[in-house]
């Protein structure tokens, strides 16, 4: 069985990796932090990214979405202005990135410079339940021996489980997408797949790849309840 290559007519490339298919790791890996307790502790700078907002978000008592590896928030206002009953919190590592973001037409939205599975863990720990929860073309980290740093691969998938809410995961790379839905399987939600065809990008990233021809996937699943105890 082989997979066709992607066709590229814009100036993106197409992920490329020598794993064309699900990891056969995946299962012992997501099984394993599954049942995983220890974690390192939070990183400092994601601690006091979390403390600067926490009492905003709790005060404004919304229904939360989380924008987890915003890039430059662009989908994080567009989230905003869609979801006006709602807060949305975009969450990336760079402050490069996030240092160009635009500001949208509403305010119902804040950005934090953090890690994201670090920050995960934190909402988890103040008992913070997110009505949505999107990652859009997070890393593909496409090597073989990358598979931890996805993040089905890593100890975090049990925190994004544990904040609930509807997750919607975007890539371009076909293998990232279903090794994600693999994952929610074996922790026993229900998700689904399809190739997705946005009129207008949601992100910088999706209209890159748009732009470059590329098939977009989406994985979506409205994650049944999984706190850990
Ligand atoms: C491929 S870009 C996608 C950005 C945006 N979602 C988009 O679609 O335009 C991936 C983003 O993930 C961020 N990132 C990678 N690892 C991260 C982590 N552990 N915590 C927070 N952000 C991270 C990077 O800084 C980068 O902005």
């Not at 599954?34 to 709790?58: N, W, Y």
Request: net charge positive; aromatic share 8%; with cysteine.
């Amino acid at each position: 069985m082989s997979r066709k290559a992607t066709t590229v007519t814009g100036d993106s490339k197409p992920v490329s990796s020598s794993q064309p298919f699900s990891h056969p790791g995946l299962a012992r890996v997501v099984l394993r932090h599954l049942r995983g307790k220890s974690r390192r502790p939070p990183a400092l700078h994601t601690r006091k990214a979390f403390e600067a907002i926490s009492d905003s978000v709790e005060k404004a008592g919304l229904p939360l979405i989380f924008d987890s590896f915003c890039g430059t928030g662009m989908s994080t206002a567009l989230l905003a202005q869609r979801n006006p009953q709602a807060l949305v919190i975009g969450i990336d590592k760079s402050s490069h990135r996030l240092g160009r973001h635009q500001p949208g037409a509403t305010d119902n939205y804040l950005l934090a410079q953090a890690d994201c599975g670090d920050f995960w863990r934190l909402a988890v720990q103040a008992n913070w339940q997110l009505e949505q929860h999107f990652l859009l073309y997070p890393n593909p980290w496409p090597k073989p021996g990358h598979l931890k740093r996805r993040v089905h691969g890593s100890p975090e998938l049990a925190e994004l489980l544990a904040l609930g809410g509807q997750v919607e995961l975007r890539s371009n790379w076909q293998v990232y997408v279903e090794e994600f839905g693999t994952a929610l399987v074996l922790s026993g939600q229900h998700p689904h797949i399809n190739l997705l065809e946005p009129e207008e990008p949601l992100s910088l990233f999706e209209r890159k790849y748009l732009q470059s021809g590329h098939p977009l996937w989406r994985c979506c699943c409205q994650l049944v309840h999984n706190r850990p105890s």
